[in-house]
């Protein structure tokens, strides 16, 4: 090393200490460990002073801490926590609500606790509505032969929320209405090209061309009267 590195030497750089999760609770934890708390109290009254980290992180911090300072483990002492709303709340989860939204199939069962209060929440969120409004007119016209009508609907929404929505339809506008149009449809392809990708992701880094033949074989054969299993399995079995 140079020597005006080797001099620098003497006086080490003093880095600022690095800001953790734990460094507001220290103090709490401290003194509950002095008076002899018991863990899952200290746990416990951390995440009611605002904690939101990993319990597994807070359950290893004030294991260390008392094993630092006080010569004591809580091993073994791990207790598991759920977050919980008291019995008087009513929880409705976002993906609840959307599949309530888009669900069309009368004999699909919706979710009761989203239908008992879908009009509080209609009338305390207006979004919930103009999504409930979009998606019910493009149902409609999606379903529906009149491919007229999604220009109508692209016009009236092109500066709304669904603005990005409403121009990935216009570049490809024509297959659209072709959907709209026509009673034809590529899901059987795509339901087969899905199958398809899925049996190579399952047999990805351990399969040559002769074993995919016969899963994929096995996959879509299967059914047919003359399939024959034994003669699929043989070694010499060939494309």
Same mark, same amino acid.
């Given at each position: *090393? %140079?020597?005006?590195?080797?001099?620098?030497?003497?006086? %080490?750089?003093?880095?600022?200490?690095?800001?953790?999760?734990?460094?507001?609770? #220290?103090?709490?934890?401290?003194? *509950? #460990?002095?008076?002899?708390?018991?863990?899952?109290?200290? *746990?416990?009254?951390?995440?009611?002073?605002?904690?939101? @980290?990993? +319990?597994?992180?807070?359950?290893?911090?004030?294991?260390? #801490?008392?094993?630092?300072?006080?010569?004591?483990?809580?091993?073994? $002492?791990?207790?598991?926590?759920?977050?919980?709303? %008291?019995?008087?709340?009513?929880?409705?989860?976002?993906?609840? +609500? =959307?599949?309530y939204l888009t669900t069309k199939n009368p004999k699909t069962k919706?979710?009761?606790?989203?239908?008992?209060?879908?009009?509080?929440?209609?009338?305390?969120?207006?979004?919930?509505?103009?999504?409930?409004?979009?998606?019910? $007119?493009?149902?409609?016209?999606? *379903?529906?032969?009149?491919?007229?009508?999604?220009?109508?609907? +692209?016009?009236?929404?092109?500066?709304? $929320?669904?603005?990005?929505?409403?121009?990935g339809i216009l570049n490809d506008i024509a297959a659209v209405k072709?959907?709209?149009?026509?009673?034809?449809?590529? @899901?059987?392809?795509?339901?087969?090209?899905?199958?398809?990708?899925?049996?190579?992701?399952? =047999?990805?880094g351990r399969a040559n061309l002769s074993t995919l033949f016969k899963?994929?074989?096995?996959?879509?054969?299967?059914? =047919?009267?003359?399939?024959?299993? %034994?003669?699929?399995?043989?070694?010499?079995?060939? =494309?």
């Amino acid at each position: *090393m %140079p020597e005006d590195e080797i001099i620098k030497l003497d006086a %080490p750089v003093k880095y600022k200490k690095r800001k953790t999760v734990m460094d507001d609770y #220290l103090n709490i934890i401290y003194k *509950m #460990l002095r008076d002899k708390i018991k863990a899952e109290t200290i *746990m416990a009254y951390v995440v009611k002073k605002g904690y939101s @980290g990993n +319990l597994r992180t807070l359950d290893t911090y004030i294991d260390r #801490l008392a094993k630092s300072n006080f010569n004591k483990r809580f091993v073994g $002492e791990w207790v598991f926590y759920a977050y919980s709303y %008291p019995d008087d709340i009513t929880v409705v989860k976002r993906n609840e +609500l =959307l599949k309530y939204l888009t669900t069309k199939n009368p004999k699909t069962k919706l979710n009761g606790t989203v239908a008992r209060n879908f009009e509080i929440i209609k009338e305390k969120y207006h979004t919930i509505s103009f999504l409930k409004d979009i998606y019910d $007119e493009f149902y409609e016209i999606l *379903m529906g032969d009149a491919s007229d009508k999604l220009d109508c609907f +692209l016009r009236k929404y092109k500066e709304s $929320e669904i603005k990005v929505f409403t121009d990935g339809i216009l570049n490809d506008i024509a297959a659209v209405k072709n959907a709209i149009s026509h009673t034809e449809s590529n @899901g059987f392809v795509e339901g087969n090209n899905n199958k398809f990708k899925l049996i190579k992701r399952i =047999l990805y880094g351990r399969a040559n061309l002769s074993t995919l033949f016969k899963k994929s074989y096995l996959a879509f054969k299967v059914n =047919l009267r003359d399939f024959d299993l %034994p003669r699929l399995l043989r070694k010499d079995a060939s =494309l």
